[in-house]
């Protein structure tokens, strides 16, 4: 993969990477150290080998469905080499025939670093508010 000179092409490197399946071109978006807080089944996931893993299971579990990610609400903020990026993100399951399955929608938070040329992921948060009557992950945003 080419190196990912703006910050800005990291939206459509992971789209397409996710759409793909292609387990490589996504974990290149990420540092070997990476730490990603995500908000399924495990608290962290520290190192691009355990990171791997859930990407691995994920894409799999995906069958011949794939999943369609798009951002809005996108900020990024850069200082030096080293920067802040967040986002609403919507991952929609798609059939083989492009119908719409299922979807659903979290935050995302990333910290990202320039090491020379290319900005990799350091650390990636997603979350979703909880709602305080039934304490269950609100994972449509109505906003």
Request: proline residues 1%; glycine residues 6%.
């Amino acid at each position: 993969m080419a190196a990912i000179t703006n910050p800005e092409l990291l939206f459509k490197s992971f789209s397409d990477a996710v759409y793909r399946k292609d387990v490589e071109a996504y974990l290149e978006l990420y540092d070997q150290t990476v730490v990603v807080y995500d908000m399924w089944q495990e608290w962290s996931y520290d190192g691009l080998a355990a990171w791997r893993q859930m990407v691995e299971g994920w894409f799999s579990g995906l069958g011949s469905d794939r999943d369609v990610v798009t951002f809005r609400d996108k900020h990024v903020e850069i200082a030096g080499d080293m920067g802040f990026v967040t986002a609403i993100v919507r991952f929609a399951a798609v059939s083989e025939t492009g119908e719409e399955l299922r979807f659903l929608e979290n935050r995302l938070t990333w910290v990202i670093r320039r090491f020379g040329v290319s900005w990799t992921i350091v650390h990636q948060h997603t979350s979703g508010p909880i709602d305080f009557n039934t304490m269950k992950v609100v994972l449509k945003h109505e906003g």
